[in-house]
């Protein structure tokens, strides 16, 4: 794909006086500045609930503000924030992907008996769990292509799919590796941990392609409006085809740190991840409909449920009282982004 | 060419849905006057009761003379209204028993009288029906398994002997409202009690390795002298190592699983869990389908039976 002049700009396809939140590429001077504007503003918001929720968990434990908890936090968060981000561009294409817990559970259940009962070396193991992903992502583009249906239901067969075949390659045993898959999950680079790098370059990385690549602005274009894309001559298949392998591929790359966290490959794991990844995603204000959305964003959305979490847990109340609090903060938290968003639209 | 391959692609699904349909119908095919049992199992994603259905199905070939099994099971431990259907389909196959791990001890209860009232023997095995539910529906269900109860008691015991009294400890629960779930915290009360030893903190871990590795990593922070962690199944305990070995507290903290899984064994010979339960789950479906037939053939008054639980230690697993 190389790009052209000028016969792709997202706002040639988008509606007017609606710029993707964050990530238009400003020209012009009066543009860049309002970006810059913009972008402290941007994560302002977010960075106010997490500190906000910060606040309120040390005020109600004196053991919640310590470099341990935060450290528990960072090595919690790698694997929800891979996926958050393959999460977050199947979203701006306008798609949904209810099997990423699933295929993860299934990445860890190949990586688990590639070990234990195949003997195979670890390198060889975590190639074969890096390829579960993408053949899953891939046949979710394919078929949602290729019958022009919607990704929901694909996806949602292959949340099915991917778990029966966890249980199938594992017997439904929890498979335990042990040592030689430990030391991805506890290496440390100037005391911060692998993973937790591993999972930032990524959000880095995945933020510059959607912000600066034609790739990223083709993204945008058919999650806001796919049949305009086409009528201009750009086939979005392909590009659909490849949000979803990358989605299936990162979800095996935190497959990878998830088992090496936990020593262990659990058929029953990841379920429920892609509903949190999709909160994170939205409490990052990536819309549902498509066309807008940030990786970065989607980082501090995690970050927000995963302190959540770990507050909860320290905290200590009743597990239904932490349900009905993790709900009411995911839902004030998009509803913040809703006046947030209103905010800057008034301004502009 | 393209509406050819689509006609092909739905020919192929549908032979493949029609050869699925096809085999299952050759189970109840076989020779006339066998009885034919039903087992109505919770999900067969959990070791567990995988290793439960196993032991069914292999006792059924070695004894396919005596009777014809048909196994079915919800896809995950919750999903009360899937399993009530089955109890439905398998009403509707007339079969002779139903030998069944209730989903939920009470919601099953009315499904279950309904069988009973068309004739059919209903066995109760692992998760106990609940009492007051039977006793409201005015149906008496026999019960054949272990006393999670006293296999976690079992379990606590073995490691308050490596606490002293006053010692801080936490549990991490099962999903919660499960009756196995409640037993096993109750054991686990029971022993802890016996032993003078502090439950500070008791949480759901959901029977699951992840969501237990966060709650562990949780509790450790907010409570940073506990001596040991009761896990109630053996998942939520791989759970508990691997966020204890994180924090660098894997040496002197102390986790104790249930349910004997085979990953389990490995980190006993490690020396990174202590003990672990094991309640025979091969043999529970068993037992359940034998009582069930030997209802059959004398028309016994059912009464529950239990059956046994074993201390599993590092020295088991050499």
């Known amino acids: ?348 | 060419m393209n509406r050819r391959w689509t006609t092909l692609a739905l020919a192929a699904a549908f032979a493949l849905v029609a050869a699925s349909a096809g085999c299952r119908k050759t189970q109840p095919a076989g020779g006339p006057g066998k009885p034919r049992v039903a087992l109505v199992m919770k999900s067969l994603a959990n070791e567990f009761f995988k290793t439960m259905e196993d032991g069914a199905r292999a006792h059924q070939q070695a004894n396919a003379g005596e009777y014809e099994l048909i196994a079915n099971g919800i896809k995950d431990e919750t999903d009360v209204a899937r399993q009530i259907a089955l109890v439905e389909q398998m009403m509707a196959q007339q079969v002779d028993a139903i030998v069944i791990a209730p989903a939920n001890s009470e919601a099953l209860v009315p499904v279950c009288k309904r069988a009973a009232d068309a004739g059919i023997v209903v066995v109760n095995i692992d998760n106990k029906f609940d009492d007051g539910a039977l006793k409201e529906k005015g149906v008496s269900i026999p019960f054949v398994g272990p006393d999670n109860r006293k296999g976690a008691r079992l379990a606590g015991a073995h490691l308050a002997k490596k606490l002293a009294a006053g010692d801080e400890v936490v549990i991490v629960e099962g999903a919660p409202n499960t009756f196995n779930g409640i037993q096993r915290k109750l054991g686990f009360e029971d022993a802890m009690k016996a032993a003078g030893a502090k439950v500070v903190s008791s949480q759901t871990g959901e029977w699951m390795t992840e969501p237990a590795s966060k709650v562990v990593s949780g509790m450790i922070t907010q409570h940073r002298k506990i001596k040991a962690v009761l896990c109630a199944n053996d998942n939520m305990a791989l759970g508990a190592v691997a966020a204890l070995k994180s924090a660098g507290r894997i040496d002197d903290v102390l986790v104790i699983g249930y349910d004997n899984i085979s990953a389990v064994r490995a980190l006993m010979k490690e020396g990174r869990i202590l003990c672990t339960i094991d309640q025979h789950a091969d043999q529970i479906a068993v037992y359940g389908i034998q009582y069930a037939l030997e209802i059959l053939r004398t028309k016994a008054a059912p009464t529950d039976k239990e059956t046994p639980v074993d201390l599993i230690t590092a020295d088991d697993v050499k």
């Open chain 1, 1 to 348: 794909m190389t790009p052209r002049a000028g016969d792709n700009e997202p706002s040639a396809v988008g509606p007017a006086g609606r710029r993707p939140g964050g990530t238009a590429i400003g020209r012009a001077g009066p543009a860049v500045r309002r970006r810059r504007y913009g972008a402290v503003q941007e994560y302002l918001g977010m960075l106010a609930v997490l500190a906000g929720l910060i606040a309120v968990f040390s005020y109600l434990s004196p053991r919640f503000f310590t470099p341990l908890t935060f450290q528990m936090i960072a090595g919690q968060v790698p694997g929800a924030v891979i996926i958050a981000v393959g999460m977050t561009y199947v979203l701006i294409i306008a798609g949904i992907d209810l099997s990423v817990g699933s295929v993860l559970a299934l990445s860890s259940g190949v990586l688990g008996v590639c070990i234990v009962k195949l003997s195979l070396p670890v390198p060889v193991a975590v190639l074969a769990c890096l390829g579960v992903g993408p053949v899953c992502g891939l046949l979710n583009g394919f078929v949602s292509n290729r019958w022009r249906l919607p990704s929901f239901i694909v996806t949602l067969g292959m949340l099915q799919i991917a778990r029966g075949a966890t249980q199938l390659v594992t017997d439904s045993k929890t498979q335990y590796i042990g040592a030689p898959i430990e030391p991805i999950a506890a290496a440390t680079v100037v005391g911060i941990p692998v993973p937790f790098l591993i999972a930032f370059a990524i959000v880095i990385a995945a933020q510059v392609v959607l912000s600066t690549t034609v790739f990223g602005r083709y993204m945008r274009a058919v999650g806001t409006n796919e049949e305009a894309v086409r009528l201009s001559g750009i086939n979005p298949r392909p590009i659909k085809l490849a949000v979803f392998a990358i989605c299936g591929l990162l979800t095996s790359v935190a497959a990878v740190l998830h088992t090496s966290r936990l020593s262990s490959a659990d058929p029953n794991t990841g379920s429920g991840f892609e509903l949190d990844a999709i909160a994170a995603v939205v409490i990052g204000g990536t819309s549902l409909m498509g066309g807008r959305g940030s990786v970065v964003r989607s980082f501090f959305g995690v970050l927000i449920i995963a302190v959540l979490g770990a507050g909860l847990v320290v905290v200590d109340v009743g597990d239904p009282t932490k349900k009905v609090i993790t709900g009411g903060v995911i839902v004030a938290a998009v509803i913040l982004d809703y006046y947030r968003r209103r905010l800057k639209r008034g301004r502009a």
